[in-house]
């Protein structure tokens, strides 16, 4: 397994404001991707995070309203822009670890709410 | 795609007693994982079990065993000697070998009662 950690793990907004959300992992990873969990709801992927290229998004998510980085094989930052109230969510990321293919840790999430 | 059923929302069990959570799922793919995650009021999502669909034996980790059966594309988790600890969402999720995607099922709220 992995040791991730989240920043921030909590914040309150503004709406049409913008929110970046940090993981850093203590080692190297393989894949690392973002999901977001919605009220009483279940989690739904919202892109892979690319090393050194542009992330995958998938259906329904779009570059713009989640610009996503990965600069290096241990961190990625996942940025909710231009916010409403809708976007309240749990945003958390994952990782898939070298040696442990098909397998993916979880952060501990960042509760962002919007007013 | 891929879909993920979980058809009890809430179970409620004592201290020390057995649970069982169901899971059903369905796909046309023949190789792929299935997982049962567990995320605690903390919401940290923790990986709880892992199964392998081409392996016959079923997973098990300490108290929390599965069921599987892959004719029927049933995933079942059983909690055995239930502890206050246990008390979170469970989640069943599915992938496919090497898609990365993870599809998840709606969730079964535990609580564990004294």
């Known amino acids: 397994s992995a040791v991730i950690s989240q920043k921030p793990s909590r914040d309150i907004c503004q709406r049409g404001t913008s929110l970046t959300i940090q993981c850093q992992v203590d080692?190297?990873?393989?894949?690392m991707f973002w999901y977001r969990q919605q009220p009483g709801q279940s989690l739904t992927l919202i892109a892979t995070?690319?090393?050194?290229?542009?992330?995958?998004?998938e259906s329904g998510f779009v570059i713009d309203k989640f610009p996503i980085s990965r600069p290096n094989l241990t961190f990625s930052t996942l940025t909710v822009s231009n916010m409403s109230p809708e976007d309240s969510s749990i945003y958390l990321c994952?990782?898939?670890?070298?040696?442990?293919?098909?397998?993916?840790?979880f952060g501990p999430g960042t509760r962002l709410t919007v007013l | 795609a891929q879909t993920v059923t979980q058809s009890q929302p809430e179970m409620s069990v004592q201290e020390a007693e057995t649970v069982t959570l169901s899971c059903t799922y369905d796909?046309?793919?023949?190789?792929?994982?299935l997982f049962w995650y567990k995320q605690p009021p903390s919401r940290q999502m923790i990986l709880v079990i892992r199964?392998?669909?081409?392996?016959?034996q079923n997973a098990t980790e300490n108290r929390f065993s599965v069921n599987f059966q892959k004719a029927a594309k049933s995933f079942s988790l059983k909690i055995s000697d239930s502890q206050l600890g246990d008390t979170a969402m469970y989640f069943c999720?599915?992938?496919?070998?090497?898609?990365?995607?993870?599809?998840f099922g709606a969730g079964t709220t535990v609580t564990v009662r004294a």
């Open positions: 994952s990782v898939e670890v070298a040696g442990e293919t098909d397998t993916q840790y």
């Open positions: 080692s190297q990873v393989t894949m």
């Open positions: 995070a690319n090393q050194g290229s542009e992330a995958t998004y």
């Open positions: 796909t046309s793919e023949n190789n792929y994982y």
């Open positions: 199964q392998e669909a081409y392996k016959q």
């Open positions: 999720a599915f992938m496919k070998q090497r898609d990365y995607k993870l599809s």
